[in-house]
Nanobody, 130 residues
Framework: VQLVESGGGLVQAGGSLRLSCTAS????????MGWFRQAPGQEREFVAA????????YYADSMKGRSTISVDNVENTVWLQMASLFDGDTAVYYC????????????????????????WGQGTLVTVSS
């Protein structure tokens, strides 16, 4: 599985940005997808995730209400729409894929852990200017 992110760039505070992650083939029936970010000197942190069945979406508290994760199964692309950006959102954003297992109990905590993911993209840089 190969994942390629795009859509990063420079955006003013308060602005919006949509990131995309294109997968090498139709993987969304087998893999749940997550977005993470990593700021300089910081650990990689969870942003959002969507399950392979598209039934459940999970968001970090910091992104809830101002981000949306979605999937285009025809284009093999997972999107991350972000709004009301501020300088704390500056980071390299990564998408990742994890084998879907179907469990629901504790799912959010599971999808929030980077170590659970099997495949990663190379990342795309988002810089928010104040």
């Amino acid at each position: 599985v190969q994942l390629v992110e795009s859509g990063g760039g420079l955006v003013q505070a308060g602005g919006s940005l949509r990131l995309s992650c294109t997968a090498s083939g139709r993987i969304f029936s087998r893999y749940s997808m997550g977005w993470f970010r990593q700021a300089p000197g910081q650990e990689r942190e969870f942003v959002a995730a969507i399950t392979a069945t598209f039934e459940s979406r999970y968001y970090a508290d910091s992104m809830k209400g101002r981000s949306t994760i979605s999937v285009d199964n025809v284009e093999n692309t997972v999107w991350l729409q972000m709004a009301s950006l501020f300088d704390g959102d500056t980071a390299v954003y990564y998408c990742a894929a994890v084998t879907y297992t179907g469990f629901t109990y504790g799912a959010r905590d599971y999808y929030a852990r980077p170590n659970n993911y099997d495949f990663w993209g190379q990342g795309t840089l988002v810089t928010v200017s104040s």
